[in-house]
């Protein structure tokens, strides 16, 4: 009970240092301790749900994120340059010092023409070749989301348009897993406070941060009660523990019960539906069925 | 002079989408959408748990997730025919309302608005060198501000979403049998709180700020019109109170409004990176000649039909002016005061309910050998279909025509061209060597590329393919 307690407050301490470090963020701004560092987000072959859930950032919000802790100088959703020119504010970002974010998988079929990015001077290039270029001269490399981080859904079985992860293609650089379906702005960008301000990260031996993924999603889930007393809910909807639906918590890494989501709204579990483990390596297809009766 | 222009990326919409326009004499003569990336989910759902569809399907989309699993759910309970009580169906139209909120507060302000403000200054949206910039310095300055207001505004939109269904993206709350969340007071007035928050910035903020784009940007009025062919599949029409009926099931071919009938709908893959292997099966194939996109294209009745707000203000008689870029950025904004107030009813009914504590009820399902099911509704970007099949207790086949597949779909002949491809030919440009006409029609479309590939099954009996 004593250790099940200590894992609880190790967690509410990691929310305290988060909020605590955004602020600190502030203060080292004013005295200009440090700059923002350029920042590329990449989307590759995925449903560009990362950036739609960076959007939702509350802690602190985005335009707080944008403004303040990066210098953001590429990105597909949000950019207002198209084209060609577009691709030129990718590649002229090479030549700084900058971080590399991905989201969705590389996709390698037909030498990469399943995921085509841009067209710079009549030539199509690919997801892949852009991540390869930009991965060699990146100061940091995160793969955010499950796609990037695992291959994700998009390379579920029978993995149609040859999707691999992140670290699985870049193999000769050191690259922060952030997994999630979507990946919770929270780790997103708590991991790039502490990378501009100490630049240290605390990591497990998969590559994310442990301020995010220490625990698993039982050990401080509030329905541990009821799995303790063996009390499982019969079907969705039901309020006790959710194990024999299917619930993945149990070796899911996230701290989804302590932060939740969309500015602390709520969580699936919240909602009476079990975790489906979308921050675990082989999400989706070692996660399913989702849900069983 | 002829000259080909290319625009690649065209930012500013989700996923990755390739324009090319051939312009001679200032005037587009030839245009060619291509959605360029594939991810394949109908091959991916085969085999696999029926009940798992909905949290899989939402995934194609990060922007749109809750359209695919309002319309997988409602697939699933036509399948295994159950019967979805009216509390559940009022939560679960309210969560898909709160997407729409989401959806097109970000596609005005994130996606559309820098095609026509240089934008707050925080990159990358701050655009110093936008071409035809015509908005006085105080008005840019207030739109500026609403950009950062919409940004917190969009994200109140999915924390409704997450209070009734767990997050957003990729809720889990929306299930077969409706939801799954059960509702508490602190909730509903928590939601009310952030949906009067939301309409007050709609109605304060939103409106003026389309109207003064209208103003300065006229000619948009007659840039970009696709034609009169409109198709919805029905929006909140499953209500008696007239101030949540929206629209039903309807098509308008030119000009000439019809009643719906799905056995219209059609599909073909003649100038997709798809083709029929010998033993009939769709595979992709990225090097097919004279192919161009792996959008697939649509038709009814073997029209091109233009789907989303504007085809549902014009079906639904709301909106009487034109078709054109201008009146579809105007509809979209008009569409989210809407769906806002239309919301603001359906609490009305949640809590009603509420009060008289009715409660939902949850109930466990069991896979049916065989069955087949599918659900046809409109959602933010216009009318979007899954049609399953379910054999041995697995999904046996699954196809999808997203919103995007009607509007951004690859033309199926020279003579049949696709809805996007229309609104671009015969448009004037003013600076070849900043065309910025051809992103401001294009994104009027609000084109989601995640959403848009898909090959579809084949086997699928309620379909006729037309491979040519």
Same mark, same amino acid.
């Given at each position: ?62 335009? !707080? ?103 699985? !293609?870049?193999? +000769? ?89 969309? %500015? ?30 | ?160 979403? /997450? ?21 508490? /007071? ?50 909140? %029409? ?38 029929? +292997? ?9 090097? $097919? ?6 959008? $697939? ?50 609490? $009305? ?28 509704? +409109? ?14 207790? /697995? ?74």
């Amino acid at each position: 009970m004593d250790n099940k307690n200590k894992s609880c407050n190790a967690m509410d301490e990691v929310v305290v240092k988060v909020k605590k470090k955004c602020r600190e963020i502030t203060k080292d701004l004013e005295e200009g301790k440090y700059q923002k560092m350029n920042l590329i987000w990449f989307e590759a072959n995925g449903c560009s749900g990362n950036i739609i859930s960076l959007l939702n950032a509350s802690d602190p919000e985005v335009g !707080y994120f944008l403004k303040n802790m990066v210098n953001m100088t590429y990105e597909n959703s949000i950019m207002s340059t198209q084209g060609q020119k577009a691709y030129e504010k990718f590649l002229d970002t090479l030549n700084t010092e900058f971080i590399l974010v991905v989201e969705g998988a590389v996709s390698l079929k037909d030498n990469g023409k399943y995921n085509v990015v841009a067209t710079y001077n009549d030539i199509e290039i690919t997801a892949k070749d852009a991540i390869k270029l930009a991965s060699r001269k990146a100061k940091y490399i995160l793969a955010v989301g499950n796609c990037a981080a695992y291959g994700g859904i998009s390379a579920a079985v029978p993995n149609p348009s040859g999707c691999i992860s992140l670290p699985e !293609y870049i193999k +000769d650089k050191w690259i922060i897993r952030l997994p999630g379906c979507p990946c919770n702005p929270y780790w997103v960008v708590g991991t790039i406070g502490e990378l501009i301000t100490r630049g240290l990260l605390e990591i497990d031996k998969d590559n994310r941060p442990i301020e995010f993924y220490g625990n698993t999603i039982h050990d401080a889930c509030p329905r541990r009660g009821y799995f303790e007393k063996k009390i499982f809910a019969k079907t969705l909807g039901d309020k006790e523990c959710m194990l024999r639906l299917g619930c993945r918590g149990p070796v899911t890494r996230a701290n989804c019960p302590i932060v939740e989501w969309n %500015d602390r709204s709520s969580w699936p579990i919240g909602i009476n539906t079990p975790c489906i483990g979308c921050t675990n390596p082989g999400f989706p297809d070692k996660m399913e069925p989702f849900v069983r009766y | 002079m002829s000259v080909k222009l290319n625009i690649d990326p065209l930012t500013r919409v989700s996923g990755f989408l390739k324009i090319e326009v051939q312009v001679e004499n200032n005037k587009i003569i030839d245009a060619k959408c291509t959605g360029s990336m594939f991810r394949g989910f109908e091959l991916m759902l085969k085999g696999r748990n029926p009940f798992d569809v909905i949290y899989f399907t939402e995934r194609i989309c990060g922007i749109c997730s809750t359209a695919h699993s309002y319309v997988s759910s409602q697939a699933m309970e036509k399948a295994m025919e159950v019967k979805v009580s009216q509390l559940a169906m009022y939560i679960r139209d309210f969560i898909h309302g709160a997407e729409f909120l989401q959806n097109h507060l970000r596609h005005f302000y994130l996606y559309t608005l820098p095609d026509y403000v240089r934008g707050p200054k925080i990159n990358p949206v701050y655009n110093e060198d936008l071409s035809d910039y015509r908005i006085p310095e105080n008005i840019e300055q207030r739109i500026n501000r609403s950009y950062i207001r919409a940004l917190e505004i969009s994200s109140l939109a999915h924390q409704i979403l /997450a209070l009734l269904a767990g997050k957003a993206p990729h809720n889990h709350g929306i299930f077969i049998g409706g939801v799954t969340s059960n509702l508490d /007071a602190n909730i509903i007035f928590t939601v009310e709180e952030k949906l009067k928050t939301i309409s007050g910035f709609i109605e304060n903020n939103m409106l003026k700020d389309v109207y003064d784009i209208a103003e300065y940007y006229k000619d948009y009025f007659t840039k970009g019109s696709s034609g009169k062919n409109f198709l919805s599949y029905g929006l909140f %029409d499953n209500y008696i109170e007239k101030e949540i009926f929206y629209v039903k099931p309807s098509a308008m071919i030119k000009g000439q409004l019809e009643a719906f009938n799905a056995d219209y709908i059609d599909e073909s893959i003649n100038n997709s990176w798809y083709e029929k +292997d010998p033993k009939g099966d769709i595979t992709d194939n990225r090097n $097919k000649e004279g192919a161009y996109s792996f959008v $697939k294209t649509a038709r009814y009745k073997g029209e091109a039909m233009e789907v989303g707000p504007l085809a549902r203000m014009v079906l639904c008689g709301e909106y009487k002016k034109g078709n054109a870029s201008m009146d579809r950025i105007l509809c979209r904004v008009l569409e989210v005061n809407k769906v806002a107030m239309i919301m603001q009813n359906i609490l $009305k009914l949640i809590k009603e309910s509420y009060i008289s504590a009715n409660s939902l009820e949850f109930k466990t399902y069991e896979i049916p050998n065989i069955a087949k099911g599918e659900a046809l509704r +409109d959602t933010t970007r216009g009318a979007l279909g899954h049609w399953l099949t379910i054999e041995n207790k /697995a999904i046996n086949t699954y196809n999808i025509i997203t919103p995007s597949v009607w509007n951004l779909g690859p033309s199926e002949s020279p003579k049949s061209l696709g809805v996007v491809e229309k609104a671009l030919i015969g448009t004037s440009i003013e600076n070849i060597s900043s065309p910025v006409e051809v992103g401001r029609i294009v994104r009027s479309f609000d084109p989601c590329i995640s959403c848009a590939t898909h090959i579809h099954g084949n086997n699928f009996k309620d379909i006729e393919y037309s491979i040519i």
